[in-house]
């Protein structure tokens, strides 16, 4: 069977369409178990769907971004405390915050509970957030999954993809 006849080569998102290579590459944290889990997602919110096309990723993306902050819930609430995915569901309205202090005063701030350095520090080391810069001719993320080692303060700051369903930021 040739891969095209099982699944769509691309997803268009509005007026924009994205390989789905790039489209895992994107939403995903560059681990076989993401792409597991987008895949039962997929088949569980399209029990009889006989391949997997635009329709049928779009209707698991919801599910696919709840099961990811649940794998990164589980991780971080060890040190944070269980609040953690419901304070940052409330905390987070918007996929890029254009420098550290507006997400710092947006975000961080609403963590009084916690100690917001190591907060931040788990938050990027755990793939909720990474760095942007728009300082080239074409903005440019930095993720730690992608190897780099340190949030910078001075950059500013996004959500990863693979979470915008669940905070409602798509």
Not at 9 to 33: A, D, H, M, Q, Y
Not at 135 to 140: D, K, M, N
Request: net charge positive; glycine share 6%; charged share 30%.
């Amino acid at each position: 069977m040739n891969f095209s006849e099982f699944c769509d080569n691309s997803i268009r998102f509005g007026n924009k369409k994205v390989s789905i290579e790039n489209f895992l590459k994107i939403n995903t944290w560059g681990r076989p178990r993401d792409v597991v889990q987008l895949l039962n997602s997929i088949a569980d919110k399209n029990p009889n769907s006989t391949r997997i096309g635009q329709d049928e990723i779009k209707n698991a993306l919801n599910e696919y971004s709840r099961r990811a902050i649940n794998e990164i819930k589980d991780e971080i609430s060890v040190r944070h405390g269980k609040e953690i995915a419901l304070t940052l569901r409330q905390s987070v309205h918007k996929r890029h915050y254009s420098t550290f202090d507006e997400f710092d005063s947006k975000v961080l701030a609403r963590f009084r509970f916690s100690n917001q350095t190591t907060l931040r520090d788990d938050l990027f080391h755990f793939g909720v957030i990474g760095n942007f810069d728009d300082s080239f001719s074409s903005r440019r993320y930095y993720w730690f999954h992608r190897g780099e080692e340190f949030l910078k303060t001075e950059l500013g700051i996004c959500i990863h993809p693979g979470l915008w369903n669940y905070f409602n930021i798509r």
